[in-house]
């Protein structure tokens, strides 16, 4: 059973001018499989496979069925991705999830690590708004390419797109990039991170009835929600081999409502607008990157200091049909929902924000992520007849490290010199220079 060709209206091949309107039964009978229901379209219906796919077909293919809806088995999951092109992948399952990857065993366990560590804290606080989530019918699938030409091929992506949750696949896409893992500073392996784990985001809302697949959701709470859940911390230590002492890193989510310093930075430095710029991303039917770090601090206020209203908001915003994105009217004006809720005193708002995200208490979790990167001192000690010499630097990221230190040996190892690495590790670039004179001079 394979997905029609979906080349129309958001990915589907939906009939020009249909409206979605609820399916006439939960469940259908589609090629001798049971397959679920999300909505009527005309001659059409809109129907979840049992790989998770969402397609639509028409009706009079389709026979009636009570149920119930059974997953793909994981071998058919595998079988159905290979059949697709992704052959010569590797297939990991680990719990609710499916990894496809054709990268490093490093960076597939570092995004694994992220997708993991998350789950069982975000199921925990979606409970706790009380919206329910439910278990996923059908394993999550992560497809990890090796590059941005793999990557691509899937689906040719705005440049600054590094992954992508598809709502018609259900899939999470992205590709390995050093310059935003093991090879990055801080910041950029931070900011990777952070896309991997908002795009899983997206695909755990639509997957445990939070979000319908395709739900006309406003923006703003859209990608705001994954911007409360995402901020994940760096973890840095030294690791000793062969006597060397070299940096590692993990990555791994810690709580729900982290303070997410990506956007923090950038609100700081955004001048107050008279609420304008509220009611603009309220409004808004795309965000910006000033937008996605609006929709943060607007969700974390919401979320923390106004919790019943924004527990009666997500209950309200959750009853959008799926397939309700089709045939979406523009939005002429503030989210409806948002207004009926936190009213639209734009202004009054903004300020009670910013009071919120420049609390005592926010502000002592905030960590400028530029100044306040981890930073490497790596120093290499040989002697050389009966005098001892050292060499340092200072590195921002543990490869940049190891390829200094791999250098450095080679060169000595020419001469026939052993040479000890020590490396420290300071919390900004102030400490690592003073920690630096204090070896050299």
């Known amino acids: 059973m394979t997905p029609a060709p979906n080349d129309g209206a958001l990915g589907l091949a939906i009939p020009d001018n249909a409206r979605p309107t609820p399916p006439r039964s939960e469940f259908a009978e589609l090629e001798g499989r049971v397959v679920r229901v999300l909505a009527e379209l005309g001659d059409e219906r809109g129907v979840v496979l049992p790989t998770g796919e969402l397609t639509v077909v028409p009706s009079d ?15 058919e999951l595998v079988a159905s991705l290979k059949a697709e092109g992704f052959d010569e992948y590797r297939f990991a399952p680990a719990g609710y ?28 606080q979606l409970a706790e708004w009380g919206l329910e989530p439910q278990r996923p019918e059908t394993p999550l699938v992560v497809v990890i390419t090796p590059n941005r030409a793999a990557f691509d091929a899937i689906m040719e992506m705005p440049e600054g797109v590094a992954a992508y949750y598809n709502g018609v696949s259900n899939r999470v896409v992205l590709y390995e990039d050093d310059r935003l893992f093991d090879a990055a500073p801080e910041f950029a392996l931070k900011q990777g991170a952070y896309v991997v784990a908002h795009e899983a985001i997206h695909q755990l809302l639509h997957n445990t009835g939070i979000q319908g697949r395709l739900a006309a959701w406003p923006m703003w709470i859209s990608e705001g929600v994954p911007e409360y859940f995402c901020p994940l911390r760096v973890h840095s230590s030294l690791a000793r081999t062969d006597g060397d002492e070299l940096p590692v890193r993990t990555v791994k989510w810690s709580e729900a409502g982290m303070v997410n310093d990506i956007r923090m930075h950038d609100l700081l430095r955004t001048k107050p607008a008279a ?9 808004a039917p795309t965000l910006s990157a000033r937008g996605y770090s609006v929709a ?14 924004f527990k009666a908001y997500l209950a309200d915003v959750r009853q959008q049909p799926a397939l309700s994105m089709v045939n979406a009217a523009a939005s002429r004006g503030p989210d409806p929902l948002f207004v009926k809720h936190f009213g639209d005193d734009f202004a009054a708002l903004e300020t009670e924000v910013q009071k919120h995200l420049t609390s005592r208490r926010m ?44 250098e450095k040996r080679q060169e000595l ?21 003073f920690q630096l004179r204090k070896i050299l001079d």
């Open 61 to 75: 293919k389709t026979e009636p069925s009570s149920g119930p809806f059974r997953s793909a088995t994981r071998d």
């Open 97 to 124: 999830y499916l990894f496809a990857y054709d990268c490093s065993d490093a960076y597939y366990l570092h995004t694994r690590s992220i997708l993991e560590s998350m789950l069982r804290g975000v199921v925990k």
């Open 275 to 283: 609420g304008r710029l509220m009611r603009a991303v309220v409004s």
């Open 296 to 309: 943060w601090g607007l969700t974390h206020y919401l979320a923390e200091r106004r919790t019943d209203e």
């Open 363 to 406: 502000q002592s979790a905030y960590s400028d992520p530029y100044i306040n990167q981890t930073h490497y001192v790596v120093s290499v000690t040989f002697k050389k007849g009966r005098v001892y010499y050292t060499q340092a630097g200072v590195s921002l990221s543990p490869a940049s490290a190891r390829e200094w230190t791999s």
């Open 413 to 433: 190892a020419k001469e026939g010199i052993n040479a000890h690495v020590v490396t420290r590790e300071c919390r900004d670039a102030r400490e690592a220079q």
